[in-house]
C-alpha cells in the first residue's frame, strides 16, 4: 500500500519569510496529492491539491510542487502570517472512482513567529 | 451547510464502558470516513463507507470497534469495551464519490479513557 512520509515534524519560521514542508510516497501509481491544514480544535480542511498531470499549481500565497520522478511533493508557503500556524497534512492516492482513499502523513507543526 | 456534524465534542469515560461516537455527513455526500487522530500514529483511517456499504474496514484496531451506516445521512462508531489506549481524536469526514476526492472533516471528537 501506499506510505507517505512528511520531514521535518516541526517547523518555525519568522512572519513574512516562506516555508517549505515536503513529503514523500511510496507508490509510484499514486496521482492526487492534496494538502490538508489544521487549526487548534479543528478537523483538517484542504488548502490545495495537485494532480500527477501537472508540476505545480499556486492559490495565492500557497503552491505545491510535484516531482514524480523522485516521488515527493511540497507545500510553499511565502510570506508567512501567524494565522498560517497549524499543523499541515500532506496525503496521496490513486484516483479510482469511488473507493480510492487518501493516505496522509503525519503533520508537521508550523510556527510563524511574529 | 452545516458541514460534517460529530457528536460528543468531548467523551471521558472509564475503561470497560461503551463509547458510542456519531457523524452527520453533509448531505448529498455519499462517502463516509472514520479516523483516529494520535500524536504517535498521527491520522489513521479505521473505516469508509460508499452508499451507506462499509468498503474498507482494514484499519479498525480489533473486534471491539464497529462502525454502522444505517441511512445516508448518519454513522456511528462504537467501542466496546472501550481501554485507555483508544484515547485520541476521532473524525469523520465525507465526500462526493466519483467527484474530486476532497473531503470534509468534522470537528473530531475528543476521547479519554481513564
Known amino acids: 500500500g501506499e506510505n507517505v512520509e512528511q520531514h521535518p515534524s516541526t517547523l518555525s519560521v519568522q512572519e513574512g519569510d516562506s516555508a517549505v514542508i515536503k513529503c514523500t510516497y511510496s507508490?509510484?501509481?499514486?496521482?492526487?496529492f492534496p494538502w490538508y491544514k489544521q487549526e487548534l480544535g479543528k478537523g483538517p480542511q484542504l488548502i490545495i491539491d495537485?494532480?500527477?498531470?501537472?508540476g505545480e499549481k499556486k492559490d495565492q500565497r500557497i503552491a505545491v510542487t510535484l516531482n514524480k520522478t523522485a516521488k515527493h511533493f511540497s507545500l510553499h508557503i511565502t510570506e508567512t502570517q501567524p494565522e498560517d500556524s497549524a499543523v499541515y497534512f500532506c496525503?496521496?492516492?490513486?484516483?479510482?472512482?469511488?473507493?480510492?482513499?487518501?493516505?496522509f502523513g503525519k503533520g508537521i507543526t508550523l510556527s510563524v513567529r511574529p | 451547510d452545516a458541514g460534517v456534524i460529530q457528536s460528543p465534542r468531548h467523551e471521558v469515560t472509564e475503561m470497560g464502558q461503551e463509547v458510542t461516537l456519531r457523524c452527520k455527513p453533509i448531505?448529498?455526500?455519499?462517502?463516509l470516513f472514520w479516523y483516529r487522530q494520535t500524536m504517535m500514529r498521527g491520522l489513521e483511517l479505521l473505516i469508509y463507507f460508499n452508499n451507506n456499504v462499509p468498503i474498507d474496514d482494514s484499519g479498525m484496531p480489533e473486534d471491539r470497534f464497529s462502525a454502522k451506516m444505517p441511512n445516508a445521512s448518519f454513522s456511528t462508531l462504537k467501542i466496546q469495551p472501550s481501554e485507555p489506549r483508544d484515547s485520541a481524536v476521532y473524525f469523520c469526514?465525507?465526500?462526493?464519490?466519483?467527484?474530486?476526492?476532497?473531503?470534509?472533516f468534522g470537528p473530531g471528537t475528543r476521547l479519554t479513557v481513564l
Open positions: 496525503a496521496a492516492t490513486r484516483l479510482s472512482g469511488a473507493n480510492s482513499k487518501l493516505t
Open positions: 495537485i494532480r500527477s498531470n501537472v
Open positions: 448531505s448529498g455526500h455519499n462517502s
Open positions: 507508490d509510484s501509481a499514486s496521482n492526487y
Open positions: 469526514a465525507s465526500r462526493v464519490s466519483g467527484g474530486l476526492d476532497t473531503q470534509y
